[in-house]
T-cell receptor, first 112, second 112 residues
């Protein structure tokens, strides 16, 4: 079945540091890939998405590139801010079964 | 565009009582999901509807949980009787078929 593996957290960085959160996947078919963010006390928000190989999703300074050869969709940001502190979830939908599968989430804390 | 609406936002009940959650998806979205998110964990899919048909309910504890989506629009998730381990946030999401899912704010259930 489909699965998503994220880097273990929690991750703590200083403000303006470079961020990478690793995500790899296993899927039957050709999935669409997503990053969701959950701020404290709030629901999940779609951060960015990519629907085919080599697509780059981007939003709010975050980027992720769909790498079919390595089955990865790593999240990056060049300079993080305190307001980026949240839990980040990698997810996929496989073409055909339309099931949205999540990783376990990575908690990110940014220190001023 | 209105988002996914859920109610109530918070609910506290005693074990063995029953509870119901309501979700109104984004207009025109055929797919509706219910997720359970236990504190510190990723969302776990309980049930997925395509219009008013069930696509996946393999992780729904059917002895106590039930869900319906009459007329392919609003949905209700019910728990009867509740157990302590049902304490969680219940998230509703909707999407166009195969597209990104958009989440409501969730209902935080506490079973005491």
């Amino acid at each position: 079945g489909d699965s998503v593996t994220q880097m273990e957290g929690p991750v703590t960085l200083s403000e303006e540091a470079f961020l990478t959160i690793n995500c790899t996947y296993t899927a039957t078919g050709y999935p669409s890939l997503f990053w969701y963010v959950q701020y404290p006390g709030e629901g999940l928000q779609l951060l960015l998405k990519a629907t085919k190989a080599d697509d780059k999703g981007s939003n709010k300074g975050f980027e992720a590139t769909y790498r079919k050869e390595t089955t990865s969709f790593h999240l990056e940001k060049g300079s993080v801010q305190v307001s980026d502190s949240a839990v980040y979830f990698c997810a996929l939908i496989s073409f055909g079964n339309e099931k949205l599968t999540f990783g376990t989430g990575t908690r990110l804390t940014i220190i001023p | 565009e209105a988002g996914v609406a859920q109610s109530p936002r918070y609910k506290i009940i005693e074990k063995r009582q029953s509870v119901a959650f309501w979700c109104n998806p984004i207009s025109g979205h055929a797919t509706l999901y219910w997720y359970q998110q236990i504190l510190g964990q990723g969302p776990k899919l309980l049930i997925q509807f395509q219009n008013n048909g069930v696509v996946d309910d393999s992780q729904l504890p059917k002895d106590r949980f039930s869900a319906e989506r009459l007329k392919g629009v609003d949905s209700t998730l019910k728990i009867q009787p509740a157990k302590l381990e049902d304490s969680a946030v219940y998230l509703c999401a909707s999407s166009e078929t195969g597209g990104a899912a958009f989440f409501g704010q969730g209902t935080r259930l506490t079973v005491v």
